[in-house]
């Protein structure tokens, strides 16, 4: 599967509980589904159907993966999968 990835740490201003329970609020509004299988926790968005025939990267499907250091609780590491089967990406999109 052709994908890009993207890798972003972020550092979080309360403790890690409070933080990814405001992430996990933040991504599921946003149209992400939790699945706490298989480790670590994960977000995902969109279906291969809809991939293929959709025109915008907003329908792309897209893993997130979320993981906090045990050694800089304070930091929070997202890896991005983002699926581009079928797409044209352009520099703009990426």
Same mark, same amino acid.
């Given at each position: 599967?052709?994908?890009?990835? %993207?890798? !972003?740490?972020? /550092?979080?201003?309360?403790? =890690? ?6 992430? @996990? #609020?933040?991504? #599921?509004? $946003? +149209? @992400?589904? @939790? ?6 926790? =994960?977000? $995902?968005?969109?279906?291969? *159907?809809? $991939? *293929?025939?959709?025109? #915008?990267?907003? =329908?792309?499907?897209? #893993? ?6 045990? /050694?800089?609780?304070?930091?929070? $590491?997202? *890896?991005? &999968?983002?699926? &581009? &089967? +079928?797409? %044209?990406? &352009?520099?703009?999109? !990426?």
């Amino acid at each position: 599967m052709p994908a890009f990835r %993207i890798e !972003r740490i972020v /550092e979080l201003p309360d403790e =890690s509980s409070v933080a990814l329970r405001r992430g @996990y #609020t933040f991504m #599921t509004a $946003h +149209g @992400y589904r @939790y699945s706490a299988q298989p480790a670590p926790p =994960s977000f $995902h968005r969109g279906t291969r *159907l809809t $991939h *293929l025939i959709s025109l #915008t990267p907003k =329908s792309w499907q897209v #893993t997130v993966a979320i993981t906090v250091p045990e /050694e800089d609780p304070m930091t929070a $590491h997202c *890896l991005f &999968t983002v699926d &581009t &089967t +079928g797409q %044209i990406v &352009t520099l703009l999109e !990426r």
